[in-house]
């Protein structure tokens, strides 16, 4: 099946690279991905897959059916949404939208996953069961569009046993694929907090509230709650990287905010690490003459990598793309909204490799991003022989 998976994907690398190119090249922004929407419902329909659109304006839930499709049911998760960055460098398929690029990779998530489903399309007739092909928008911005997709129902038809996402990474030799069971990458929550009091001549600080000098003492203060709170074994992190003091040189402000991330591995802890968050701010203002407002938006939870599943994927990729492609990675304290797909299902996220062999790849989240389109052959086939495997596995 590794071989004839390999031939399917080499007889659709074009197309799958065509796709991706043309999604590239017309990104659009989380929650507005009408036109990718409507080109990926074409490419179903073109293999006559049927489909549910419309979860969250433009998600979508394509149903491919083996033999028996009620016999079991699983999920290929792709997401759609780009960036509000502008693109550098003058590709072919350089991104027509003003402002707007595919600087993360969703377009290779969305053209694997096609990809896939013209490969498993082929292959029907030699597995049982219903594989949801699962396209979503917005996973870029809170509260992401996997939330909002299982709170419309996108599964109240077929509920999956398991779900399967993944993910490029730069830094990763094209060819590879990275897995990690467990805990994988962290929850991502916004923490806001505004002290607010006298303001006035900076020259007569007896005379007012020092706002500056308290929303500091606060960043320092809350430095404790990873160091000195949060057991070590956790991976925490809480940084500010946004003040606001609109003061002068000789202008006390009569508020100061403040804006940061809190990052954590542990869900438990997430939520007693937000109180005490809250209990350091609020002390350290009072006890300095200061009054403090305290928002903490909840971003994405933790991704959490089921252990039986994930090592059943490390198996199968090492049977299809070998032992040294396959590597086993470290935690991420960077956030992921498949973390509420993994707090409800099974669910396994993994990376495939994407450097370019002139080093030229970029970053995440950069004008320079430049994707090897070449692993597209391991993104398509390996996802499509995953599926394959855990629909007819015992």
């Avoid at 074409?42 to 028996?68: C, D, P, R, W």
């Avoid at 990779?105 to 490969?119: F, K, P, R, S, V």
Wanted: with cysteine; hydrophobic share 40%.
């Amino acid at each position: 099946m590794q071989d004839r998976i390999k031939e399917l994907t080499k007889k659709y690398l074009s197309k799958i690279i065509d796709i991706r190119r043309h999604i590239h090249q017309n990104p659009e922004l989380s929650f507005e991905e009408h036109k990718t929407s409507a080109f990926i419902q074409e490419h179903l329909e073109s293999m006559n897959i049927t489909y549910q659109a419309g979860f969250v304006k433009t998600g979508i839930i394509g149903y491919l059916k083996g033999k028996n499709p009620d016999k079991r049911t699983i999920a290929l998760r792709a997401d759609m949404d780009a960036l509000p960055i502008q693109e550098a460098g003058d590709l072919e398929f350089t991104s027509r939208n003003e402002g707007v690029m595919h600087a993360c990779g969703h377009d290779a998530h969305t053209a694997a996953l096609l990809g896939a489903a013209m490969i498993l399309n082929e292959l029907k007739t030699e597995w049982e069961g219903t594989i949801l092909l699962l396209f979503q928008p917005a996973e870029e911005v809170f509260p992401g569009g996997a939330k909002l997709m299982m709170e419309e129902g996108c599964f109240d038809n077929n509920e999956p046993e398991l779900i399967i996402g993944q993910h490029v990474l730069p830094g990763m030799k094209t060819g590879h694929a990275g897995f990690k069971s467990g805990m994988y990458m962290a929850s991502g929550d916004e923490v806001y907090i505004t002290v607010k009091g006298k303001g006035g001549h900076a020259a007569m600080p007896h005379a007012l509230t020092d706002n500056v000098l308290i929303a500091s003492h606060i960043i320092v203060a809350l430095q404790q709650v990873v160091s000195r709170i949060v057991p070590a074994q956790i991976p925490t992190v809480l940084s500010f990287g946004k003040v606001i003091a609109n003061g002068a040189t000789n202008i006390i402000p009569e508020k100061v905010e403040i804006a940061g991330t809190l990052r954590t591995m542990n869900e438990e802890w997430r939520a007693i690490i937000k109180d005490k968050i809250r209990a350091i701010a609020k002390g350290t203002a009072q006890s300095m003459g200061a009054d403090v407002e305290i928002d903490i938006k909840d971003g994405y939870p933790v991704v959490y990598n089921n252990e039986e599943l994930s090592n059943s994927a490390i198996n199968f990729s090492q049977e299809y793309i070998g032992k040294e492609a396959t590597e086993i990675m470290d935690i991420r304290m960077t956030a992921e909204d498949f973390g509420y797909y993994s707090q409800k299902y099974p669910c396994t996220f993994y990376r495939f490799g994407v450097e370019q062999e002139n080093g030229e790849t970029g970053s995440l989240h950069t004008p320079q991003f430049n994707l090897n389109e070449n692993s597209l052959e391991t993104a398509a086939g390996l996802l499509a022989y995953m599926g394959f495997k855990f629909m007819t596995r015992d």
